[in-house]
Structure formats: C-alpha cells, structure tokens
C-alpha cells in the first residue's frame, strides 16, 4: 500500500500547484465521543487548511485549479455558487493571495439582505470580489435560477475572453477534474497519516454536494487499493444513479488528466441521499443535533449545510448498525462553519437548549 501512496502522490505532485493551505491537514481520534458511540471515530481537519481562518475542503481543490490557471497565464477567474458559497468565498480568497480578479456568480437561495451581509457573502465583500447576484424571478424554480446564473456567468466568461482578457473559468464547488484531482492527492495524504498512526479506515464519510471531494477520494483510493468504503452525504436532491455515474466521470477524468490508465466506476460510489431534506440550505433537525452533539462532547463546530448533515448521516448508520461496533471510522471534516453565522433561514435551531 505504501508504494501505491507513493505513485499517487508522485502523480499529483507533477501537476502545476499553487501553494495556498497548509497541509496536512491535523488528523486524530476523537476520543470522548469513539467511547460514547462504541466505534474508533478520527477525523480529518480539513476545516484547518487555510488560506485564512475560514478554511474547508475547496482550498485542496484550488491549489490545482489556481495552479492551472497560473499556467494558463490567467488573470481573471470566474466562478458560481450560492450566495453563502464556501467555494466561492475560498476561491476569492485564492485570486488575492495570488493577484488574481476574483468574478462571482453568486446564486440567491436565501435572499441577502443588503443591510446586514453575512458570513461568507460578508467575506466576499471585504475581498472586495467582483459579486452578481442572480435572484429568483417570480414562478422560476430554485433549478432555473441555478441554471440562469451558469447561462449568465458563461456569457460574461465569453464576453471578457472576446475582449482579450485570460479568463479562467472555475465550475460551481470547484468540481472539475483539476479541482478533484486535489481531493485524490488528499486521499494520499490522508492515508500517510493512517500508516504512520497504524490506523486501517473501513469507512470514510464525507459530505457531497458538487462531487469533486468525492469524485477525488474514489480516485484516490482506488489507486492506493485500501480497504475503506467511502459514503458522500448529499447535501442537495441528486437524481438516482446520474448523480454516481457523474462523479464516476468526473473521478476517470482526473485520473486521466493526473496520467493514470486506472478508471472507476459508478458502482464504486456510496451515496446517501437520505440527510439533506428539507433541502439545500435548509436546516434539519438530525443536522442541528449533531452540531450540538459535536460541539458539546468534542468543542468541534459544524455547520449546518454541509459537515452536520453529513455527520448526522454517519451518527444514524451507527445507530441502524449499518457500522458495526468497534469499527474504525473517518470523518472528513471539510469546513463550513461560517454558515453558523450566516441566515437565520439556513442557521435553524441549533443554539437551541437541549
Ligand atoms: C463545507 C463543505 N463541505 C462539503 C462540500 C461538498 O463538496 P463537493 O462540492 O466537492 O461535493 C462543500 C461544497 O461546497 C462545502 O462547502
């Protein structure tokens, strides 16, 4: 296994990489709540990998889309994402460290109010990150939208590229095959950590929203040839099977593009589908109990969006005894928690007491 990390990481280490997280990421067990639920609980902090305080799982993922559009000769870079996008957020934060124009194509689930702009919205600001808010016109689904402000960023990509300028275009989450690319070195990463700690993962849960982390981690791991079932946590509605076979496209294409002859298949993607109701940035019950539960037993924060849906999936496959007692478990902790101060609509009742 240790040559298998070996070519990994000799495989990823040869792409174009700008140096902006600090890795690795810490890697421990989370002692008091493995003896509360009877399994061997580590986590992976990636909410720890920089650039800033407000770390998370996109800066892996930047480092190869950032170096990539340093190759390119980039001086701008566009890209798409809820108005409280962590992606879009770090991806800001990536263009400043390197003198990159950061263009944001920011996606009104939640409508912002323009007199109290918070969390990552109010970050962006402070970037001072060029910001076009596409609201939801009147009878037009969440879905529409979404797809109006990838139509509407698009145009302004053509339009700037038409003037001459290098423009580089980040899709939303960073999930292109460069960006999950970033995610399979972290994979190897991760399983360095895990020989030198004689840890053996049989799970690995993660949250999946836009499919790069995952898509990365299945890459990742079917080179190394461990043991581990990775599980993604949707943290949006995903269409049986297409959501898998996309994530399977997008693992083979970095694969590809890394120089690996290896593929895999959408059979090798474990999603659950059943944490993210009510929907994308909406608050669950199981997701603010979990947030609590972390922070009380661990003082580890979540947030509730992305890691406490996850988290609140891996909590009920213990419960279900889907993961049998005793077994050793990673959570993959990829950031997020500036959603604690964002919305009410998307914070819900986790201050509540309880
Ligand atoms: C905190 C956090 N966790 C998990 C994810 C999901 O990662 P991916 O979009 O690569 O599936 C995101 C994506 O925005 C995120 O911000």
């Known amino acids: 296994m240790q040559e298998n990390i070996k070519k990994l990481r000799q495989l990823t280490g040869a792409k174009p990489r700008a140096n902006l997280g600090f890795y690795p990421t810490p890697f421990y067990k989370l002692e008091r709540l493995s003896g509360q639920l009877g399994v061997e609980l580590y986590i992976k902090r990636d909410d720890f990998s920089g650039m800033s305080l407000f770390g998370g799982n996109k800066v892996r993922k930047l480092e190869y889309l950032m170096g990539d559009a340093l190759a390119q000769g980039s001086e701008t870079v566009v890209t798409y994402g809820a108005t409280q996008s962590n992606h879009a957020m770090q991806t800001a934060t990536a263009c400043r460290r390197l003198g990159l124009h950061p263009v944001l194509f920011l996606n009104a689930y939640v409508t912002p109010d323009e007199n109290d702009i918070r969390a990552n919205m109010l970050l962006d600001r402070i970037l001072g990150a060029e910001m076009h808010v596409i609201q939801n016109e009147p009878g037009e689904t969440d879905q529409q939208t979404e797809q109006r402000c990838f139509q509407t960023g698009k145009e302004h990509v053509q339009r700037l590229r038409d003037a001459g300028h290098k423009c580089y275009d980040v899709p939303m989450g960073g999930s292109s095959h460069v960006g999950a690319a970033g995610f399979a070195d972290g994979y190897g990463e991760l ?20 499919g790069g982390t995952q898509a990365g981690l299945v890459a990742g791991h079917h080179l190394v040839g461990d043991a581990a079932q990775i599980v993604g946590v949707a943290v949006s509605r995903k269409k049986p099977d297409e959501y898998e076979a996309y994530c399977a496209d997008l693992a083979n294409r970095a694969l590809e593009w890394l120089g690996s002859d290896e593929r895999v298949s959408a059979a090798d993607f474990t999603v659950d589908r059943g944490y993210y109701l009510p929907g994308y940035e909406q608050p669950s019950e199981a997701a603010s109990d979990a947030i609590r539960l972390l922070a009380r037993t661990e003082g580890l924060m979540m947030d509730p969006v992305y890691t406490g849906k996850a988290f609140a999936g891996l909590l009920d496959w213990i419960k279900q005894g889907k993961i049998k007692p005793g077994s050793t478990v990673v959570f993959w902790h990829t950031g997020g928690a500036t959603a604690l101060f964002s919305e009410q609509e998307i914070v819900g009742s986790v201050s509540r007491e309880g």
Do not use: D, K, L, W
Not at 191 to 210: H, K, L
């Open 191 to 210: 399983m360095e950590q895990c020989v030198q700690a004689n840890v053996r993962p049989q799970y690995i849960f993660c949250a999946t929203g836009s």
